[in-house]
């Protein structure tokens, strides 16, 4: 270090850069991890709001009835799910026949049948329905929604295009041989 004096002041020259320092590299480092997680939040924000997400072909599934069968191949007071249109097709202890949503109205959780209590159960949060989707047990505060079933000719089809919310069971929502 060379010190020269220069009308009563003192100045300091400092040796020449030595190239790469660990105080650049550390400067380096934090530009590139704060743009890599400005990135990762782009990334988020572009998840969130759905850039870039497929979506599904409609046309096929949920403008198409879905084909459930005969009658007479279901028994009275049964439930048969039927994964095409995730509903559930009830056969009342009266004959007729109720398609059952099988998205809880709460939060949406997929709801099961449980045969031997004859009601359906959400695992979720523990509501439950009985046979006809009405409410056994909260914190649902609404009966499952259902669909509208038509028979034909003794076969069965479900509009599984646009679940039918309810305030309680009516007989009309039913369909009958």
């Known amino acids: 270090m060379v010190v020269k004096k220069k009308e009563?002041?003192?100045?300091?020259?400092?040796?020449?850069?030595?190239?790469?320092?660990?105080?650049?590299?550390?400067?380096?480092?934090?530009k590139w991890i704060g743009g890599l997680i400005l990135l990762e939040i782009i990334a988020v924000v572009v998840a969130f709001l759905g850039f870039g997400r497929k979506k599904k072909d409609t046309t096929?599934?949920?403008?198409?009835?879905?084909?459930?069968?005969?009658?007479?191949d279901f028994a009275n007071d049964t439930v048969t799910y039927f994964r095409k249109g995730s509903f559930f097709l009830v056969r009342m202890p009266d004959g007729g026949f109720l398609a059952l949503?099988?998205?809880?109205p709460h939060l949406g959780c997929s709801v099961q049948w449980d045969a031997p209590v004859?009601?359906?159960?959400?695992?979720?949060?523990?509501?439950?329905?009985?046979?006809?989707?009405?409410?056994?047990?909260?914190?649902?505060?609404?009966?499952?929604?259902?669909?509208?079933?038509?028979?034909?000719?003794?076969r069965i089809t479900v509009d599984v295009a646009r679940p039918i919310q309810r305030s309680h069971f009516d007989k009309k929502q039913a369909a009958y041989v």
């Open 8 to 30: 009563n002041r003192t100045t300091t020259s400092l040796p020449a850069d030595k190239g790469f320092t660990r105080r650049n590299f550390f400067h380096i480092g934090r």
């Open 101 to 104: 949503s099988m998205a809880c």
């Open 60 to 72: 096929e599934t949920a403008s198409q009835p879905v084909d459930a069968g005969y009658a007479k």
């Open 118 to 154: 004859k009601r359906f159960n959400c695992p979720c949060h523990s509501s439950a329905f009985d046979i006809k989707g009405n409410i056994s047990a909260s914190p649902a505060t609404r009966p499952m929604d259902y669909f509208p079933v038509q028979i034909k000719g003794g």
